[in-house]
């Protein structure tokens, strides 16, 4: 079946500071990606999102490119902000549509 | 607009008590989603639906059961609770037709079972 996997937090970063957080995944065909984020006490918003191998999603300084040789779906920001702080999650869409599978998130905290 | 609505926000329940949490969504989505939220494991998928009368099971659909009346509503029931369902539990919908839409997200339904 489809699998999300994202570096396990959390990301401790000053503001300024240059983000990576990394995301590989496993799936059958040609699946959407995503980036969602959860501030505190909120639900899930979508980030941003890439459709098709070498699509680069960005949104808010965020970026990430949908990279198939290397199943990856990596999230950067060149310089981020105490606002940025919350849990970032990598998901993927199966062909279909019907169902998005989740990684296990990765919390954020900026430090001024 | 008031988007995906959850209710309630917040539960408890005692072992063996049922419950129904009521999701509501007022952008005419086909596809509706019941998640759960635990610490470290990201969110799982408990049943959805593809449109009003249909449903679907997810990845963690045990002890849970869900109905789709009408297309803006997406019903999860707990029949006999267990402390393993404490969790927080999120409502999602989507337009249908496509793998690209946007997921859109209620604030969450935070359950605790002793």
């Known amino acids: 079946g489809n699998s999300v996997t994202q570096m396990e937090g959390p990301v401790t970063l000053s503001e300024e500071a240059f983000l990576t957080i990394n995301c590989t995944y496993t799936?059958?065909?040609?699946?959407?990606l995503f980036w969602y984020v959860q501030y505190p006490g909120e639900g899930l918003q979508l980030l941003l999102k890439a459709t098709k191998a070498d699509d680069k999603g960005s949104n808010k300084g965020f970026e990430a490119t949908y990279r198939k040789e290397t199943t990856s779906f990596h999230l950067e920001k060149g310089s981020v902000q105490v606002s940025d702080s919350a849990v970032y999650f990598c998901?993927?869409?199966?062909?279909?549509?019907?169902?998005?599978?989740f990684g296990g998130g990765t919390r954020l905290m900026v430090k001024p | 607009n008031a988007g995906v609505t959850q209710t309630p926000k917040f539960r408890v329940l005692k072992t063996g008590q049922s419950m129904t949490l009521l999701c509501a969504q007022d952008?005419?989505?086909?596809?509706m989603y019941w998640y759960r939220q635990d610490p470290g494991m990201g969110l799982r998928l408990i049943h959805y639906s593809v449109g009003e009368g249909t449903t679907a099971k997810g990845e963690v659909p045990d002890g849970y059961n869900v109905s789709r009346l009408k297309k803006q509503n997406f019903l999860l029931g707990l029949e006999s609770a267990a402390p393993s369902q404490t969790s927080v539990y999120f409502c999602a919908s989507r337009r249908g037709g496509s793998n690209t839409g946007e997921l859109f997200f209620g604030e969450g339904s935070r359950l605790t079972v002793l």
């Open positions: 952008m005419n989505h086909e596809y």
């Open positions: 799936a059958t065909g040609y699946p959407s």
């Open positions: 998901a993927l869409s199966d062909n279909a549509g019907n169902m998005l599978t």
